[in-house]
């Protein structure tokens, strides 16, 4: 069965998924006609949706580089959707093939896909858990030890978890266990403009509905922990060469 009759059989596709639109922005293959309208109607509020995309896939690639020269060998990605080319453990196996990767995420399709992608990668697994609970979430992670440092990934996902989950708690109890949380953000922090709840529309009928946080909201994830060169800032602009447009989604890396 290929994959996408797998997520057929799993039901679902006719609702849009924020996994498989950011898919679709990338490029990949693996989202259906929902996803495709929903992207589509983003683009025509949100003309950058696909370039913030594109740049945050960037920055992930230059996070995960960066942990590497810092030694660490162990990611766990929350949140990862699916795993699409230049994922976490493409950029980590083609510099150490002993490079351990757990991918989380609760959403049935995104995880089947991933497990037929992964079936014949060695030292890269996939959970299905919530990431809003984290001990369920290191219990299934038995790929990773516990002795060595790790990385939590939060790449774009936080903006899906309200306020009312308490994202902060959720991220402390992580870097209890962590040695570096590398994450990103769609940052508002001026009043947003009238068409961005156009976009936040878009969202609202999948099953992830976007919550805009400021700076100082996203900064507080970090629970007080030093941020790494330069700080929170456009993903487009961390560590980045050349002079790009500033990106909606700011990023950050800290070390516990």
Known sequence: MSVPDAARALGGTEQPNAARMYDYFLGGSHNFAADRTAAEGLLSVAPDARDNARENRAFLRRVVGYLLD???????????????????????????????????????????????????????????????????????????????????????????????DDPERILGEYLARSRYLALSHVVVDEAPPPESEDGLAVYA????????????????????????????????????????????????????
């Open 205 to 256: 009928r999948t099953a992830t509905p976007v919550t805009l946080r400021d700076s100082a909201q996203v900064t507080a994830f970090f629970h007080g922990h030093p941020l790494v060169e330069p700080g929170l800032v456009p993903v487009s602009h961390w560590r980045a060469d050349g002079d790009v447009e500033p990106s909606a989604i700011h990023g950050a890396v800290a070390e516990v």
């Open 70 to 164: 810092q030694g660490v060998r162990q990611f766990l990605d929350l949140g990862s959707g699916i795993p699409t080319a230049g994922n976490v453990h493409e950029i980590a196996h083609a510099r150490d093939p002993g490079s351990r990767v757990v991918y989380v995420d609760v959403e049935p399709i995104a995880v089947e896909t991933s497990r037929r992608l992964l079936a014949d990668t060695p030292n890269a697994d996939v959970v299905h858990a919530d990431l809003r609970e984290p001990d369920t979430v290191w219990s299934q992670a038995t790929l990773l030890d516990p002795g060595e440092p790790i990385a939590i990934l939060a790449i774009s996902v936080l903006h899906f978890i309200p306020n009312s």
